[in-house]
């Protein structure tokens, strides 16, 4: 699975847009963009995948260039509940293919 | 109420003794995973099971032992073999090793002195 970088970490103010990148230059065709959030001390939560177009959830919404060499996940109003640890994974669609977790950005929403 | 739960949340143990942390899901889910997070860390794969009576080892199975005798339950004991146990605990499941998203548990915090 290609490898992916993310700043380690990031302010937002609350009720402002989140922005956080992510860059997996390595990626390749048959690859999904995964982001994932972890609040201290708990375990992971999913929050979005995607190949190639970009997608909207009722959490996020995931915007893939059209290279799909960088990616960014965007909280639309940042809430101080949205304050985790975020994890950007890419990884093959085929059986036993695992997630690998590197480091994050830890996000910290102020009021 | 579907999840996965895992039990105790704290757990204390002496250096040599293996210790069992439980994992069980209620989702049907078909595979379960086991993680290892240390502070700071991201989360490293210890094990994973795609079926019942099986499974394979992940990144850093040495010193941990698993078993899938039912579709709900994955325990894992760490061993006195493991040099380092003291982490946080993840179990996670999904529908299969695919593109499905991992559900996962609260965590065990496990500390050996």
Same mark, same amino acid.
């Given at each position: ?111 | 109420? @579907?999840?996965?739960?895992?039990? !105790? ?12 942390? =439980? ?6 889910? %078909? ?6 997070? %240390? ?9 994973? =099971? ?7 080892? @992940? ?25 380092? !146990? ?19 548990? !609260? ?7």
């Amino acid at each position: 699975d290609a490898k992916t970088t993310q700043p380690p970490s990031m302010d937002c103010a609350e009720g402002r847009a989140a922005n956080l990148p992510c860059n997996h230059s390595t990626i390749s065709g048959n690859e999904y963009v995964y982001w994932y959030r972890q609040i201290h001390s708990q375990g992971p939560q999913y929050i979005i995948h995607g190949l190639k177009n970009n997608e909207t959830n009722e959490m996020a919404s995931l915007i893939i260039t059209e290279d799909r060499k960088s990616s960014t996940l965007i909280l639309p109003h940042a809430t101080l509940r949205d304050t985790a640890v975020y994890y950007c994974i890419v990884r093959g669609d085929n059986a036993g293919n695992m997630l690998t977790f590197g480091g994050g950005t830890r996000l910290m929403v102020k009021p | 109420d @579907g999840g996965i739960t895992q039990s !105790p949340k704290y757990l204390f143990r002496k250096e040599g003794q293996n210790v069992t942390l =439980s994992c069980e899901q209620n989702l049907n889910h %078909d595979a379960m995973y086991w993680y290892r997070q %240390d502070p700071g860390q991201g989360l490293r794969l210890i094990y994973y =099971s795609q079926i019942v009576n099986d499974f394979q080892k @992940g990144d850093i199975a040495e010193g941990y032992s698993v078993s899938r005798e039912k579709k709900e339950s994955f325990p894992l004991t760490v061993t006195s073999a493991q040099k380092n !146990p003291t982490a946080f605990y993840l179990c996670a499941s999904s529908l299969g090793t695919g593109r499905e998203e991992l559900y996962f548990g !609260p965590g065990t915090r496990l500390t050996v002195t």
